[in-house]
């Protein structure tokens, strides 16, 4: 990353989307997300996107902007709570296993394995020995699951250090956001450099030819969510699927008698 990104300078906003444009563009994609999620049904794909970034990077919204117009049966989410003290003992990978996607579906990982090389290492929930076992094993995990048909597609969410200082303090005084402050964000800000080299090791271990990092400059969120979501698209080649053509059916004729009930209606308040 250039050092005016470290230092929190970021790029500068050149020309700003409007919410029109975006609205606009946001639109088109999602038509594009449906016709994606209906070739996966239709080819068996396995398809399985792992978000990883700083705090602060706009994972959740863009996660939230690929997932508003599609099923949740086939774009699944997956956001780990922190391991139980029987997934503690299992081998690191085990809890993540279960979770990778099956024929037919997208699974999008909202922080992944990659947990082990960011946050449990900076912040000590690891030995250094732990972390760099798991970058030496972890490309060849991931190429086992590449040759088992799985598209695998990995982000890192960048932002700059004074963009996630406003977004930050915008969580503290917006009740609407406080929930979106886990214990482990503050500290991050203390440790900003540390999350850098860790994420520059990562980087040199596991940015591999069968799965690469692709980096999403996150300080314009609109901008990053349709740049990261058009990425997606092309890394997948997919048709639209023919459906046949729906007609809607007449409502049958019949008589119906109103039942004399006491409904309890929701009351009006608007």
């Given at each position: 990353?250039?050092?005016n990104r470290e230092a929190g300078k970021g790029r500068k906003e050149a020309g700003k989307l409007k919410r029109k444009q975006y609205d606009k563009e946001?639109?088109?994609?999602?038509?594009?997300?449906?016709?994606l999620q209906e070739w996966v049904k239709?080819?068996?794909l396995k398809v399985c996107i792992v978000f990883e970034g700083r705090d602060g990077a706009g994972k959740g919204g863009t996660i939230k902007a690929i997932t508003e117009r599609v099923s949740p049966r086939v774009f699944r989410?997956?956001?780990?709570p922190s391991p139980t003290e029987r997934e503690k003992s299992q081998m690191y990978a085990q809890r993540y296993l279960p979770h990778l996607p099956a024929a037919g579906e997208v699974v999008i990982f909202d922080r992944s394995w990659y947990n082990r090389a960011g946050v449990e290492r900076v912040m000590g929930f690891c030995s250094d020995e732990q972390a760099q076992a798991f970058l030496d094993r972890v490309p060849e995990y991931e190429k086992d699951?590449?040759?088992?048909?799985?598209y695998l597609i990995k982000f890192w969410l960048e932002v700059g250090d004074e963009q996630q200082k406003l977004r930050f303090e915008d969580r503290i005084k917006d009740p609407r956001k406080q929930w979106k402050l886990s214990p482990m964000d503050l500290p991050s800000r203390e440790r900003w450099y540390d999350y850098s080299r860790a994420r520059d090791e990562m980087?040199?271990?596991?940015d591999s030819s069968w799965a690469?990092?692709?980096?999403?400059d996150?300080?314009?969120?609109?901008k990053a969510r349709l740049n990261l979501i058009t990425h997606l698209l092309s890394k997948i080649s997919y048709k639209k699927v023919k459906r046949d053509k729906v007609k809607l059916p007449k409502r049958r004729i019949g008589r119906y008698k109103a039942a004399d009930y006491p409904f309890k209606y929701v009351k009006e308040r608007f």
């Open positions: 990353m250039a050092e946001l639109a088109r994609l999602h038509v594009e997300l449906v016709k239709h080819e068996g989410i997956i956001a780990l699951f590449v040759r088992g048909g799985i980087f040199e271990a596991t690469p990092w692709y980096v999403v996150s300080n314009d969120k609109k």
